[in-house]
């Protein structure tokens, strides 16, 4: 006799850990099943490398969360009875150029306009104006960010009615570098707000990664932060609330199926044979493309749906990220960098930067312009008393043209070994009497360790326009509903997407609109 339940949940990342927190304030009975041995999915915390090494293999910023009110108001107890606790930093984000200038984003404005002036004293004072436009464009971003979108046609004909929302359209039908070049001349800056805005794993040249430029001035207002203890600590709050809730939580639990009568969804299959039946919902949390290619019978779901699915994009990218084991912290020649979090490269010419993402395109990785942060110099509770970590972590292709996928296996030492010595010339101690262990993880890894990062897609699938707001994860179906009854989707293939945002909170918002549960009223009790 199966298992039964108001709801099931299939995957245990932080979204789908937070619907089924919600759900169960609502008073249902919930239960969720995760294939690892872990909960999290790519916010997760791991000894990669040595006893008392805390390592975040996936996730490490957490940065549009904290304007969540699952944090700013708390929603859900996380901070004040679960134990979670975030370090806010000074010093945000830098770039550090060839010659070792490093433009370096401060929470402080004043501060970063100034470290701008090193490169144009005309576009310190663009920064000013820049982050001022941001913060307005941010409010009009931030309505379907933590609530669900609006359909698409309703945004674009809303969008088009204001001076004000016509420019938000504007940018966000426009690319990182179509917005830095309206606001900005010098090349570095240019290319400093580029290669935060490629975060999304998407070319700067992409039309509609200019929507997250003004995502950049969020580090003026909500800042930039990292759990104690690890990204992992989100995940394990979560764990705890749902748990405390009377939730059931079954990790090493893969979902082989899910069983459909009559068009409406009544059961999930593990791998094991166990089935666990849902009365009310079954949400999925996982790759969209794994839960309507895998997971559902084609012959449940519209003529063409599938054809649908199995044409949505993976990113344009994918990385190579190495944990490594320190014995003191990275110290940078570039003044003032020491202590900023999040530490980028780059080259001073655009010509080369842009070519770094060609080179993915074409397949051939590079190691030209890593990315690091040692959480310890903020969170000493992730090492040994005076030791520290490293997250290195570079974008990379995940089909290489040369023997595709499976030739990581062969390269990614190589790989990982140029990236760091790329970043050894940027320090001056990285050397190997520093490093105490060291564990590397190629695109094709990600997918081996991460289920639903298909491709190696930390974000499951492309932030392209054709597969954002309500367009994601295809136009129709933005809404987090699907065409099966009683099956819904959450995470990071659905809106807003990638990234620590806490998305699941828009997502229970539909659900218990169709429940005839009033979200409101739970989130006041």
Same mark, same amino acid.
């Given at each position: 006799m199966s298992e039964q339940y108001d709801v099931v949940i299939i995957g245990a990342g932080h979204n789908g850990l937070i619907v089924a927190a919600y759900l169960l304030k609502a008073g249902l009975n919930v239960c969720v099943v995760e294939s690892e041995d872990k909960v999290g999915g790519g916010v997760i915390s791991r000894e990669l490398t040595l006893p008392g090494f805390k390592h975040d293999p996936a996730s490490m910023m957490h940065g549009i969360i904290a304007a969540n009110p699952i944090i700013h108001q708390d929603e859900l107890g996380l901070m004040s009875k679960y134990g979670l606790k975030y370090v806010y930093t000074e010093k945000p984000f830098a770039v550090i150029f060839p010659d070792n200038r490093a433009l370096v984003f401060q929470h402080d404005l004043d501060k970063t306009? &100034? /470290?701008?002036s090193?490169?144009? &004293?005309? %576009?310190?004072?663009?920064?000013r104006r820049f982050n001022r436009a941001a913060i307005d464009m941010r409010k009009v971003a931030q309505m379907g960010m933590f609530s669900p979108p609006p359909p698409w046609g309703t945004m674009m004909s809303v969008l088009s009615a204001s001076v004000e929302g016509q420019e938000f359209m504007h940018v966000i039908l426009s690319s990182a570098l179509d917005v830095a070049g309206d606001w900005f001349e010098s090349e570095e800056v240019k290319i400093a707000l580029a290669r935060y805005a490629s975060e999304i794993m998407i070319g700067p040249r &992409?039309?509609? !990664?200019?929507?997250g430029m003004w995502f950049i001035s969020g580090m003026h207002s909500w800042g930039m932060a990292i759990p104690v203890g690890g990204s992992g600590a989100l995940s394990d709050a979560l764990a705890a609330c749902v748990q405390d809730n009377g939730g059931t939580i079954k990790v090493s639990s893969p979902v082989k199926s899910l069983k459909v009568s009559g068009g409406t969804a009544t059961a999930v299959v593990l791998a094991s044979g166990e089935e666990i039946t849902a009365t009310r919902a079954i949400i999925s949390a996982v790759n969209v493309k794994q839960l309507f290619l895998d997971m559902v019978d084609q012959a449940e779901l519209p003529a063409g749906f599938r054809d649908r699915v199995a044409r949505i994009k993976p990113a344009s990218f994918s990385a190579l990220n190495q944990a490594i084991a320190l014995n003191e912290a990275p110290k940078y020649i570039a003044s003032g960098a020491d202590d900023v979090l999040f530490v980028e490269y780059a080259p001073s010419a655009m010509d080369e930067f842009l070519h770094t993402f060609d080179e993915y395109t074409y397949g051939v990785p590079n190691t030209n312009i890593p990315l690091l942060v040692a959480a310890t110099v903020? %969170?000493? !509770?992730r090492a040994p008393e005076g030791k520290h970590t490293l997250y290195l972590y570079h974008y990379e292709p995940y089909h290489l043209k040369d023997g595709g996928p499976l030739q990581w296996d062969n390269i990614k030492q190589e790989v990982a070994d140029g990236i760091l010595e790329t970043a050894r010339q940027r320090t001056t101690n990285l050397g190997p009497e520093n490093i105490l262990g060291r564990w590397i993880m190629s695109p094709l890894d990600i997918e081996r360790i991460f289920? /639903?990062?298909? &491709?190696? %897609?930390?974000g499951h699938i492309a932030h392209f326009l054709t597969q954002f707001f309500d367009n994601r994860p295809i136009p129709g179906y933005g809404h987090y509903r699907t065409p099966v009854d009683k099956l819904y989707m959450c995470g990071a293939s659905t809106h807003p997407g990638m990234g620590v945002t806490g998305g699941g909170r828009a997502a229970v918002q539909v659900i218990m609109e169709d429940l005839g549960i009033d979200f409101k009223k739970v989130i006041k009790k």
């Open positions: 306009c &100034e /470290s701008i090193q490169f144009s &004293e005309r %576009d310190a004072e663009a920064y &992409e039309k509609g !990664t200019g929507n903020f %969170d000493p !509770t289920p /639903s990062m298909l &491709e190696g %897609d930390i």
